[in-house]
């Protein structure tokens, strides 16, 4: 089955509040209240540091071949996030400083690229959030085939357009819309958690109620204080 060309609806741009209140919650906590079971996987980080918080737009590229990425450029809004699905591919880059360029000036909030990327200083000195599977000096062909906006699958994880992206230091999840405003909740809670562990810590005590409270669940017993 060949994929078409037809371009989909432009995903929905998530509320402003929640892109702003996801701006201070780290994707830890979010990945511990979606269960520790999404995220995606085996990317990494070549720009300053910058947090990603943005929409996703997605494309399904064919390995090699970024035809549909400039399709998407001229579609993208302020606040959309460029997820690529590029198979893994290390061959080819994907994008490099003149994509990038244009894309800051359409807006857009960052990339999350499943294959390479070239042109490594110009976003290493960028705070463009980039993600991406590794980097090549070898450019992409641009014959397609590809799609806009379709489910695709980055590191383990599948995207859909729409779903908020969030990356940082440790990585990057991605959820539903629907589900921001519970998980902002639970990420919160979570954070005010570990303070209180924190707080216990700086303590300097022996015992920790945090800690045994994981070692006697699982029958575990406390080790006592060294005389």
Known sequence: ?????????????ADPELIEALQSIVTPHLSDNLD????????TPYHDGTKLVGTAFTVKCRPGDNL???QALTLIRPGH???LEGGGHLDNALIGDLIKQYAQQRGCAGFVVDGAIRDVEAFAGDS????ARGSVHRGPYKHGPGALNVPVSVGGQVVNPGDIVVGDADGLVTFPQSEAESLIAAAH???QKEAGIMEEI?????????LDAVLSAQGLEYGRESA
């Open 1 to 13: 089955m060949s994929l078409s060309p037809h371009v989909p609806t432009v995903p929905t741009l």
């Open 81 to 83: 996030v460029l997820v």
């Open 68 to 70: 549909y990425i400039y």
């Open 128 to 131: 463009l959030p980039c993600y």
């Open 36 to 43: 520790r079971l999404s995220g995606i996987r085996g990317l």
């Open 189 to 191: 809670a979570s954070d």
């Open 202 to 210: 700086a303590t300097g005590a022996h015992h920790q109620s945090w």
